[in-house]
């Protein structure tokens, strides 16, 4: 199982970031994919999950209608898009497969 993590930046409070996830080495389109994140100095915390086939999408209420996950399975990819951002965004955002996660993608928020 490989997870690699990109679309992480600086952006400005308010702005907006799109992160994307490619991964192999599994049947992607049978899984549920989800996002976690770390905060700096805090532990993971779920943000979003999508089911096999896109129909079932569930969020933490602390990014429930700012942040959407969605997912191309021609491409192995899962992604997260981010808008009106807020300083408590900041973290490390991981995609996870059972248990397995990437390196991770620094997103940080801050004028």
């Known amino acids: 199982v490989q997870l690699v993590e990109s679309g992480g930046g600086l952006v400005q409070p308010g702005g907006s970031l799109r992160l994307s996830c490619v991964a192999s080495?599994?049947?992607?389109?049978?899984?549920?994919m989800m996002w976690v994140r770390q905060a700096p100095g805090k532990g993971l915390e779920w943000v979003s999950e999508i089911n096999r086939d896109g129909s079932i999408k569930n969020y933490a209420d602390s990014v429930k209608g700012r942040f959407t996950i969605s997912r191309d399975d021609d491409r192995y990819t899962l992604y997260l898009q981010m808008n009106n951002l807020k300083s408590e965004d900041t973290a490390v955002y991981y995609c996870?497969?059972?248990?397995?996660r990437g390196r991770g993608t620094q997103v940080t928020v801050s004028s």
């Open positions: 996870v497969f059972n248990n397995n």
């Open positions: 080495g599994f049947p992607f389109s049978d899984h549920t």
